[in-house]
């Protein structure tokens, strides 16, 4: 029974190893495709755009097409540049119209308090109903005014949260493309 055990065991250890080789990409200046197996004979200022490949002996033909037809889909390094060029200038035009509507919104409250302290003194002030029946109306229209600037804060504040998750969502994407991350 134990004998039976450890050929299985074996079996499996021997079947399941696979030899693999790591070797790199890259482009020299005279836009020659070199590769090699050892890092080191690539050019340090190409090393940031070298392409590491991990070959396995157990690999088939099928998959070993599929990796190739994805290496050839990925972009290149400077459509990557000029994508991320575009995002940072989106990203940018989001921050300025976001800064502009919070500088309005600053304003608008601050237009909406000394309101509210002009109603707060006006109403010390108040001698008649009729009187009584004007403030009130104001402070109606005051309240709607609130309601207002309410509802447009909390679309500015949606904006923002979309705008931060979005810009996480993008650090977060460069940090696992960045060099450092794959070391």
Same mark, same amino acid.
């Given at each position: 029974?134990?004998?039976?055990?450890?050929?299985?065991?074996?079996?499996?250890?021997?079947?399941?190893?696979?030899?693999?080789?790591?070797?790199?990409?890259?482009?020299?200046?005279?836009?020659?495709?070199?590769?090699?197996? &050892?890092?080191?004979?690539?050019?340090?200022?190409?090393?940031?755009?070298?392409?590491?490949?991990?070959?396995?002996?157990?690999?088939?033909? &099928?998959?070993?097409?599929?990796?190739?037809?994805?290496?050839?889909?990925?972009?290149?390094?400077?459509?990557?540049?000029?994508?991320?060029?575009?995002?940072?200038?989106?990203?940018?035009?989001?921050?300025?119209?976001? &800064?502009?509507?919070?500088?309005?919104?600053?304003?608008?409250?601050?237009?909406?308090?000394?309101?509210?302290?002009?109603?707060?003194?006006?109403?010390?002030?108040?001698?008649?109903?009729?009187?009584?029946?004007?403030?009130?109306?104001?402070?109606?229209?005051?309240?709607?005014?609130?309601?207002?600037?309410?509802?447009?804060?909390?679309?500015?504040?949606?904006?923002?949260?979309?705008?931060?998750?979005?810009?996480?969502?993008?650090?977060?994407?460069?940090?696992?493309?960045?060099?450092?991350?794959?070391?």
């Amino acid at each position: 029974m134990t004998l039976g055990r450890w050929l299985i065991f074996l079996m499996l250890v021997c079947f399941s190893m696979s030899a693999s080789a790591e070797f790199y990409r890259y482009v020299d200046e005279k836009g020659n495709v070199h590769y090699t197996d &050892d890092l080191s004979t690539v050019p340090k200022n190409q090393q940031t755009d070298i392409y590491e490949y991990t070959e396995s002996q157990n690999d088939t033909d &099928d998959h070993q097409k599929d990796e190739q037809n994805s290496l050839k889909s990925q972009p290149s390094s400077e459509e990557k540049h000029v994508r991320d060029q575009d995002e940072a200038a989106e990203l940018a035009e989001i921050k300025r119209g976001l &800064d502009r509507k919070k500088e309005a919104l600053k304003k608008e409250y601050q237009v909406l308090m000394k309101e509210k302290e002009q109603l707060a003194n006006n109403k010390n002030k108040i001698r008649s109903s009729l009187a009584a029946k004007k403030h009130n109306k104001m402070v109606s229209k005051f309240n709607e005014k609130i309601e207002d600037y309410e509802a447009r804060k909390k679309i500015f504040n949606a904006e923002v949260q979309k705008y931060n998750a979005r810009v996480k969502k993008d650090f977060l994407k460069s940090l696992e493309a960045s060099p450092q991350s794959e070391q």
